[in-house]
């Protein structure tokens, strides 16, 4: 009986702890399962802040672009940022591929074009360093340009 609980325990605390952060590196050339395995799966930066995510986030930030919602009446709602990775260089042309993660924030929104006032003059990781005070609802990525 005793050996049955012991394995039960086992295998409940297998499922309970949370994955560790793992480095760009040991992924190698795999940046998308980096991107995946740190930022997405079972949504390690939910209720975090921005911050957290940038003390983490080993790859360039190339791009941070204000993700918004158009609502009937009203004038736009900032819901996130779009960080952009380009995967093979640091100039983007037309075939290029490159990630995207899309970092959702948790409500309130505020007015996009307020927030472009305070911040559409950073760019990169200046901009995304503006946020880092924001909770994060969800992270997704994003394959851009993929036709190679």
Known sequence: ????LFSLLLLLATYTVKAEYRSLSTFGADTLRYLEYNFVENNPYNGKT???FINKYELPVNGAIF???AKEGKTDDLLGLSVMYLYLGETWDATQKYYVMDIYFIPPYE???TIKRKYGNYEGLDRLKMFK???IDRIEVVIMN???
């Open 67 to 69: 993700i918004r919602a």
């Open 50 to 52: 921005v911050g957290d």
């Open 146 to 148: 993929n036709r190679k």
């Open 1 to 4: 009986m005793k050996k049955y």
């Open 133 to 135: 005070d924001y909770i």
């Open 111 to 113: 007015d996009v074009y």
